[in-house]
């Protein structure tokens, strides 16, 4: 049976302030909280996160009042991981961080926004949302005077950054390092991101059901839906709708966090790892579901991407988005001088190149909310939107 979990002393293998790599830009240590709370604290008061509330992860942000937006998202991640944390006595602060900050960089409508403009970045460089997370906590965040960017924490830092090639990586320095030496992050940024996979996994199973999008008879051929629906429906069989897929929900998530801690524990006892370093030098991952678990995630996902994200209204939606994100894009690049002033100062000047232009209209259009961007859209083509001052 397994132990609740309480507050105590770091594990040897979690980071800890003693042994964190640091700031970019040196700083005197803060007064009445640890450096990876410092971290957390400029994530929440950053333009970026707070930008999250009006981003979507599946569904546009206008279409309903209830659904999962970045931000809802990234506080659902953040609760997973302190809880996990604590459990393996891993740095709850700096799990908390990494969660906050995982999807700054990510573009208005969702997975099909990013697609459209790595389209349109392709001759550029590319965009790809992990690295415009850092770029915003490195460079775009402008709040401070001593330094650009919020200055985070190596570790923070390196948790943003989940996955990259190696000729990124090259260009990235010492955080670039891990990709090109097959070393692995700390464990905070590894539950991070296996906590991102379980929030929206599951929680996208309920926003499907609210809008209609799946059906119960339908996820009733994914065993870890139909396992618990069923159970649930045996003990309350005059439960509603509404509470029976919340508690199904609920109890989904148990199965695969209780797992997840139980054989993660298991594989850290059995690699005999003693320290950070120990982790950086596994090889692999060590946080992972036992092997039933890992299969349950594995259809629940194949699920999901066979019904809910290639649904045809969701198609519709993304087909959308990706042209109003070309749009956008071509036209600034066309003239810059349709970006707002504070986006024309970025740019060197006359002697910018194409590839500068179209970074810093990058930057602006990831960083648009959905309805920002829909409004955007109508000022540059739509004939009702001329006014002045728009």
């Not at 700031?23 to 410092?38: K, V």
């Not at 707070?50 to 809802?72: A, I, M, W």
């Not at 100062?345 to 990058?362: D, F, M, N, S, Y």
Request: glycine content about 6%; charged content about 30%.
């Amino acid at each position: 049976m397994s132990q609740p979990a309480v507050s105590g002393a770091l594990a040897a293998y979690a980071v800890s302030e003693a042994n964190t790599r640091g700031r970019r830009y040196p700083e005197a240590a803060p007064a009445y909280r640890g450096e990876f709370q410092r971290d957390r604290d400029r994530i929440i008061h950053c333009a970026a996160f707070r930008r999250l509330e009006y981003k979507t992860q599946v569904f546009v942000n206008h279409e309903g009042d209830l659904f999962r937006t970045r931000l809802t998202h990234s506080l659902e991640v953040a609760q997973l991981g302190r809880s996990v944390a604590r459990a393996l006595r891993l740095n709850e602060d700096l799990t908390e961080a990494i969660s906050l900050a995982h999807d700054l960089g990510h573009t208005p409508f969702g997975h099909s926004g990013q697609h459209a403009l790595n389209k349109c970045m392709h001759e550029y460089g590319g965009f790809e949302h992990n690295l415009q997370s850092l770029r915003v906590v490195d460079v775009l965040e402008e709040r401070y005077a001593e330094f650009p960017g919020l200055n985070l924490s190596f570790e923070t830092r390196e948790g943003i950054l989940k996955h990259c090639s190696r000729e990124k990586a090259k260009e990235l320095g010492e955080l670039g390092e891990r990709f090109l030496e097959n070393r692995q992050p700390s464990l905070e940024a590894q539950l991070a991101n296996i906590a991102d996979e379980i929030a929206y996994n599951n929680h996208d199973v309920d926003d499907g059901l609210r809008y209609g999008l799946i059906g119960i008879d339908q996820l009733m051929e994914v065993e870890l839906f139909a396992r618990e629906y069923a159970e649930l429906e045996r003990r309350y069989p005059d439960l509603t709708m509404r509470r029976r897929v919340h508690e199904t929900v609920r109890h989904m998530i148990n199965r695969v966090v209780v797992d997840l801690i139980e054989h993660t524990s298991e594989q850290l006892a059995a690699a005999k790892v003693q320290s950070v370093d120990d982790v950086r030098r596994a090889g692999r991952p060590l946080f992972a579901y036992s092997d039933d678990v890992a299969t349950e995630v594995l259809r629940l996902k194949r699920f999901l991407r066979e019904n809910l994200y290639s649904h045809y209204r969701v198609r519709r939606m993304s087909r959308k988005a990706a042209a109003l994100i070309k749009e956008l894009f071509d036209a600034f690049m066309k003239d810059p001088q349709l970006l707002p002033p504070q986006y024309q100062g970025k740019l060197p000047g006359r002697r910018e190149t194409p590839a500068q232009c179209a970074r810093v209209i990058a930057d602006y259009i990831a960083g648009m909310t959905d309805r920002y961007a829909i409004q955007e859209h109508a000022r540059l083509f739509n004939p009702a939107e001329l006014t002045w001052g728009r």
